[in-house]
């Protein structure tokens, strides 16, 4: 039978190896907080961009979403729009451009050349810079109704 001082050697062996065991575990855990807290930064920091990214996804939904309005007034303004290219004007003519585009599609249409055609607009398009007077026009109407 063992002593009282081998038990108390063997208490204290147990004691010693129950202590660096749980030396070990311990710092385990330090380490795997670390790990968590790390995790936990990491998490918060892409959080953070995924709100930034989202709330540019949103501006950029709505930029494109006021882009497609103004698309589409614009093309409703252009529905009733006509253009006529390669309009040659005679040396010093100036006439009215809603007089020559009336006989034009008084012309076009059968009718004749005094029928009225209400136009909205009427107007030369603008030439690039360099082209020569000669150059044909283009010339554009807006139809507040098509005869």
Not at 3 to 19: C, F, G, H, I, T
Not at 29 to 38: E, L
């Amino acid at each position: 039978m063992p002593s009282k001082e081998d038990l108390a050697s063997m208490l204290a062996k147990l004691e010693a190896s129950m202590q660096e065991r749980l030396s070990s575990i311990t710092t385990e855990v330090r380490q795997i907080g670390i790990g968590v807290g790390d995790l936990e930064e990491d998490r918060d920091n892409i959080q953070l961009r995924l709100h930034n990214i989202e709330q540019r996804q949103d501006a950029q939904e709505s930029n494109i979403a006021q882009i497609m309005r103004r698309e589409d007034l614009d093309n409703r303004g252009r529905r009733n729009n006509l253009r006529g290219r390669g309009m040659l004007e005679a040396q010093g003519e100036s006439e009215d451009v809603r007089d020559t585009l009336q006989t034009l599609f008084n012309n076009i249409l059968q009718c004749a050349t005094d029928t009225p055609i209400l136009l909205d607009r009427a107007h030369r398009s603008v030439r690039p810079r360099g082209l020569p007077q000669e150059t044909p026009e283009t010339l554009s109407a807006g139809f507040t109704s098509i005869p």
